[in-house]
């Protein structure tokens, strides 16, 4: 009876790391993401939920501009597809890290039941903003929306590895973090170090509608 219990208590705790993997991932997918679209990320975080018995996390981020204030409807398209990019990053990136650890693309069930609020707010921002008309041409954006979506997560594998990793440590990590994380120690810094120049302009006011829609056509 002992030995059962103790075997039991082993394998939970197998199961809360993987979940605090996981979640470093999912977290660490959604930050990247909001980061290449000049989002401000002023923090991420993973914590577990004693009540519920699970691992939670999540990415509290500012868009480059308050989508009601955009006069030019061009930018406010850009703007709003990658928001619902945003939603989708957590668990594009959480099926990626599965994959390169099992072979198969082939997800747990308990892994994309994770992302429901995720889904939920994609869903809501398309039918608001009218994307894509419902039924086929719906599933069609979607599926192109998730491809551009893993597109980019797997170029920037290693910087949203690096922000896994000090996320499974730290469990919390700010935009002050995030930033001397990526410009100090990515194999990319150069890149970072303008990015992070331009997300500081864009979020103290100092961009054009103009400027900010060049800038994201380049992402």
Do not use: C
């Not at 993401?33 to 939670?56: D, S």
Request: glycine share 6%; aromatic share 10%; net charge positive.
């Amino acid at each position: 009876m002992g030995r059962s219990s103790s075997i039991d208590q082993i394998r939970k705790r197998i199961v809360k790391t993987y979940e605090l993997i996981g979640g470093s991932y999912h977290e660490a997918s959604h930050t990247v993401y909001a980061l290449l679209h000049l989002m401000k990320v002023n923090h991420t975080y993973i914590f577990e939920n004693e009540e519920l018995g699970r691992v939670h996390g999540g990415t509290n981020y500012v868009d480059p501009m308050i989508f009601e204030t955009v006069q030019d409807p061009e930018l406010l398209h850009i703007m709003v597809k990658a928001d619902v990019g945003m939603s989708y990053s957590g668990l594009i990136g959480e099926k990626m890290l599965f994959q390169s650890i099992s072979g198969s693309p082939k997800i747990p069930v308990f892994i994309s039941e994770g992302a429901h609020e995720d889904n939920n707010s994609a869903r809501q921002v398309i039918k608001k903003y009218n994307l894509a008309s419902p039924g086929q041409k719906r599933t069609i954006f979607k599926r192109k929306l998730m491809k551009q979506v893993r597109y980019e997560l797997y170029h920037h594998w290693n910087d949203i590895m690096l922000i896994a990793h000090h996320l499974f440590k730290k469990h919390k990590l700010t935009f002050a973090d995030l930033s001397k994380l990526l410009t100090k120690k990515s194999s990319n810094k150069a890149f970072w170090k303008d990015h992070f120049k331009h997300i500081q302009r864009i979020h103290h006011g100092g961009i054009t509608e103009e400027e900010l829609k060049t800038l994201l056509r380049a992402t």
